[in-house]
């Protein structure tokens, strides 16, 4: 049974994060799933992926729609299909996430912005359902300059 991340953006963008998460989430084996709400927000994120931090780090991954989702270690999609079987899945932009997909992977994160009111508020509500569903949840914040879990149920 996974467990829900809540990411409070406030120092890095989401582009920054992501690279970030993705890595931590590759390094336990996990395959990741990217949903955001926008093709064009994620095809922006495909490129900033491809241009991530040279050969070193660089995230393999492709974008839903073509005949090899399957086999892609990170896969970004707009869709609720888990296409390429996630052990983790991360939500951007106030992408949904279900309850029933959260209890069956690993990890779900959900980053938010945290200047973006609306997208704050978003992140509450998406809280309070998914712990009011029973899910598990965290609650992290890096307004300190690192990142600091400061709730969890």
């Known amino acids: 049974m996974g467990a829900v991340y809540f990411y409070h953006l406030t120092r890095n963008p989401a582009d920054v994060t992501l690279v970030s998460l993705i890595g931590k989430a590759r390094e336990q084996g996990w395959r990741v799933l990217v949903r955001g709400n926008d093709d064009q927000r994620l095809?922006?994120?495909?490129?900033?992926?491809?241009?991530?931090?040279?050969?070193?780090?660089?995230?393999?991954?492709?974008?839903?729609?073509?005949?090899?989702?399957?086999d892609q270690p990170v896969l970004?999609?707009?869709?609720?299909?888990?296409s390429n079987a996630a052990s983790c899945l991360m939500s951007i932009d106030g992408a949904d996430l279900s309850p029933d997909e959260i209890?069956?992977?690993?990890?779900?994160?959900?980053l938010f912005d945290g200047h973006d009111d609306a997208a704050v508020q978003h992140a509450r509500d998406q809280w309070k359902s998914l712990t009011g569903a029973g899910c598990a949840a965290q609650y992290w914040s890096e307004e300190s300059g690192r990142w600091e879990?400061?709730?969890e149920t």
């Not at 991530?52 to 073509?66: M, N, R």
């Open 43 to 70: 095809d922006w994120l495909d490129q900033k992926l491809w241009l991530s931090g040279g050969d070193e780090s660089f995230l393999a991954h492709g974008k839903a729609g073509s005949p090899y989702d399957a």
């Open 76 to 82: 970004l999609c707009t869709n609720p299909e888990n």
């Open 103 to 110: 209890n069956g992977c690993e990890r779900a994160c959900i």
């Open 149 to 151: 879990k400061k709730a």
